[in-house]
């Protein structure tokens, strides 16, 4: 473990002489290809020799053309495309002790000690057994005749680092698995095409997913578009439920509501661990409600697709770390998983997640179904949580009498996922007893009194919508603080909830600022972060990043495809951000760019032709294309144009370019699932901070809060959500430039440049460190990733 004084820095770490095979096993998901390529590149880049094993642990046991030495070009262009390139089979003779010993011999007469396994939990078993086994394997290969001592001696033992590929979710000790990101896109494409028929018909549809043993698909695609019913294996329905269920169905028909969802895992079942099947909802619902009602089976399109922006940057930045933990691996070092625990990567024991993967299974078969939740870990049931305050309206006579009323509001330009927070804020504050008002056109709609109190049904059907429902504008309230504060005390409002980007964060500011003259702004306020720039301080992630930058990979991919004909092409591709230059970066990294440039990293001449050199030697290979991209004010005078030129003009015979300024086609769109679920998780758990503050800060009949911590901001600070006093953010803040003066994504930086073979230097000092899998229940506030 690196002590914090002394810096670990990954080009210090070689690869020379040892051997790194890298295979994928299992089920397939979107995502491997670009953990594969992550292996080979960082490998090679050490000084290793990496070898593809072809077709899983079959290609392992078979040998011969299976296992095959991977080149630098081996692994180009398999970044965007779904499923795995080397193959994946079920293997019989892998189970067995015979098959296994050919498969050490096969790693044997190669020098391969270091295995990096891509798969579910049966294979990452698989892999631990081999482990355990080895030396007694090589025993008996030395008795056979087939390896002598010496080789035997100089491979004594095999290192395994697993990483989880699989779209189910079903690993325990990973926040999110390979392959799960894409696998939800898959399911809310066609949940957002299925509700467009559904509204013309007034049809009920009922959606099967996957997850055999595992419900996350199904509750996150629940939580991503509002469905009105779920069925997951580890929270079966109440005895009753088919009743419950068609009362809530009609109910909300009874509201004018057009269709019902219904989502419904492969492996639900009730309470007696009976299996519940969408045909069985189908029937019920014909016969009990007499609706329209049709059954679609997603099956295997879930499978299928591009990977999506998360899963190459979750696959690129697990595959850096598996290699990095080959090289620090000895003897004595336990198999082990990298993972993701909120934001950050992570290595913990093989085994240890194998075994509490195990006992979920076993909860569940026992019919301890609240045991089987805490084992699935904090992300499941954060998941799980939010989806109960949000999927039942609770009768009126039910509700907590609360004489509060809380203003909603959306500051600065649009992000796809705000209305998703919005609907999830309004129908939590309503649980929750009080009166909520939305704000149409930020804080200058404020000023003018366009507010009007918010129902529960008026947010129905918003979490897919892109944009503002609500209306938004970058006006700051430093103008308007009389009739911001004439409004808040005609309309009685006691908190506010402001979702936007750097205007919002600006405004609280203002606001704050205003206190000691009006008592209006005496009242609890908090910000959720929502701007497709991700510039907001005390936050890793905002709402809408990650729609921006699905649309920028997206993009990348079919600019990258169209020079697959023309050849030695190279294109600049100018992304939004201010002068932040996370889109540029990230989007950089999970769509394979050569470069990235950015207003945090400056640069000059001699660094665009040190691109240029770069781009002209990689035209003599056999990727004859480059990305190049930049951040809209990454310099004033090194222009998307001035480049263009410049690339133009020394690429003269070597290789032409084109350029594609992307705008505003990253600010729309329908948003991702994971801005969806980001949104209403931060919205419902800045309510439930607000009723809290409003309880603590009442006093003889009315709430007055003019302490620092009565106005904060919601983020997402590595592995937990945090509230932040806006006051204590300001030191962090670079306000010329509208940028946190720390991010945490430039560190991801070094490796989209090792990636595009660039020696340059990557700080690991985080890395290394075998932590063991949580069981504890952590408190609400640390619980976080939004996913």
């Known amino acids: 473990m690196a002590q914090p004084d002394q810096k670990k820095f990954f080009e210090n770490l070689s690869g020379a002489g040892k051997a790194i095979a890298v295979l994928t096993s299992g089920g397939d998901a979107q995502g491997m290809n670009a953990a594969v390529r992550a292996v080979v590149r960082v490998g090679i880049y050490v000084g290793a020799k990496v070898y593809f094993i072809h077709e899983g642990y079959q290609g392992l046991v078979d040998g011969g053309e299976n296992i095959e030495e991977a080149k630098w070009e081996s692994v180009s262009s398999m970044l965007q495309v779904g499923g795995t390139v080397i193959g994946s089979a079920r293997c019989k003779e892998f189970r067995t002790h015979e098959g296994r010993r ?24 698989g892999a631990n057994l081999f482990r355990e086994e080895w030396s007694g394997l090589l025993d008996e290969l030395v008795q056979q005749g087939k390896i002598n001592r010496e080789s035997a001696e ?29 696998a939800l896109h898959r399911i809310i494409e066609v949940v957002d095409a299925i509700v467009t028929t559904a509204q013309s018909h007034q049809r009920t549809f009922v959606l099967e997913v996957m997850g055999r043993h595992c419900g996350y698909l199904a509750l996150v695609s629940a939580l991503a578009c509002g469905a009105d019913w779920m069925f997951i294996p ?73 990977p999506s922006a998360f899963d190459r940057i979750l696959a690129s930045r697990m595959g850096v770390e598996a290699v990095l933990a080959l090289l620090e691996a000895s003897a004595d070092t336990p198999a082990c998983v990298v993972s993701l625990c909120g934001n950050q990567a992570v290595r913990l024991p093989l085994m240890e997640c194998v075994q509490m993967t195990q006992e979920v299974q076993k909860a569940m078969d026992e019919r301890r179904f609240e045991e089987a939740v805490r084992l699935r870990g904090r992300s499941f049931e954060n998941n799980l949580n939010t989806y109960k305050l949000l999927a039942h309206r609770k009768p009126q006579s ?44 930020g804080f200058e709609g404020f000023a003018k009194g366009q507010i009007k109190e918010i129902k529960w049904g008026d947010v129905g059907g918003w979490t897919g919508q892109g944009g503002s429902l609500l209306g938004t504008k970058r006006t700051l309230p430093a103008k308007h603080l009389e009739k911001i504060a004439e ?114 990293e400056p640069f000059d001449i001699r660094d665009l032709q040190a691109n240029v050199e770069h781009l002209t030697a990689k035209m003599k290979t056999s990727i004859q294309r480059g990305l190049v991209l930049r951040n809209e004010n990454s310099n004033e005078n090194y222009t998307t144009d001035f480049i263009y030129q410049l690339y133009s003009e020394e690429g003269k015979g070597v290789f032409d370019c084109r350029k594609n300024v992307l705008g505003h086609m990253q600010q729309g769109g329908a948003p991702s699932p994971f801005d969806r ?111």
């Open 154 to 182: 100089k491979y004594s033992h095999l290192n395994i680092v697993g990483m989880v590929g699989s779209i189910d979710n079903d690993f325990c000790g990973t926040d999110m698995t390979i392959g799960t990101d894409s």
């Open 487 to 600: 409004q808040m005390k005609a309309n009685k409002i006691n908190a506010l909830l402001v979702i936007g980007g750097f205007e919002a964060y600006l405004g609280l500011v203002e606001l704050l600022a205003a206190r000691g003259k009006y008592d209006e702004f005496c009242v609890p306020i908090v910000m959720v972060p929502a701007t497709v720039s991700n510039n907001v301080p005390g936050s890793d992630f905002s709402i809408g990043a990650d729609t921006a930058l699905n649309a920028i990979t997206d993009t990348c991919d079919r600019i990258k495809q169209s020079a697959s004909g023309t050849k030695r092409r190279v294109f600049i591709i100018e992304t939004m951000g201010g002068y932040c230059g996370y889109l540029a970066s990230v989007g950089g990294l999970a769509a394979g760019a050569d470069a990235a440039y950015i207003f945090e």
């Open 102 to 125: 050919a498969a050490a011999q096969n790693l044997v007469l190669r020098g391969i000690t270091n295995l990096c396994v891509i798969g579910g939990d049966g294979s990452l078993t």
């Open 398 to 441: 039910e509700l907590p009498i609360s004489s509060f009323n809380v203003a909603v509001l959306n500051v600065g330009a649009p992000a796809a996922g705000m209305n998703a927070a919005v609907r999830s804020a309004v129908r939590v504050g309503i649980t929750e007893g009080h009166k909520i008002f939305a704000v149409n056109d």
């Open 234 to 306: 580890e929270m079966p329905p109440a005895d009753g439920w088919e009743e419950q269920m068609c009362t809530k169905l009609s109910q909300n028909r009874a509201r004018k509501k057009r269709l019902n969802i219904i989502i419904v895992s492969e492996g639900a079942i009730d309470t007696s661990n009976k299996p519940i099947t969408s045909e069985h909802i189908k029937n019920l619902v014909v016969k009990c409600l007499g609706f329209d009602t049709r059954v679609t089976i997603l099956g295997h399109v879930q499978r299928g697709g591009t």
């Open 677 to 787: 679920n980001f949104g209403t998780k931060i919205a419902a758990k800045a309510m439930l901070w607000i009723s809290r503050k409003l309880k603590e800060t009442y006093r003889k009949g009315r709430v007055f809060a003019n302490t620092d911590d009565t106005a904060c901001l919601l983020g997402m600070r590595r592995r937990a959500f945090v509230f932040q006093p806006v006051v204590d953010l300001k030191n962090e803040t670079d306000f010329v430039h509208r940028i946190p003066k720390e991010q945490w994504w430039l560190k991801l930086r070094p490796l989209m440049k090792i990636l595009a073979k660039y020696k340059t230097s990557l700080d690991v000092s985080e890395s290394g460190q075998l932590e063991h899998v949580v069981r504890h229940r952590r408190p609400e506030e640390s619980e976080g990733v939004p996913a």
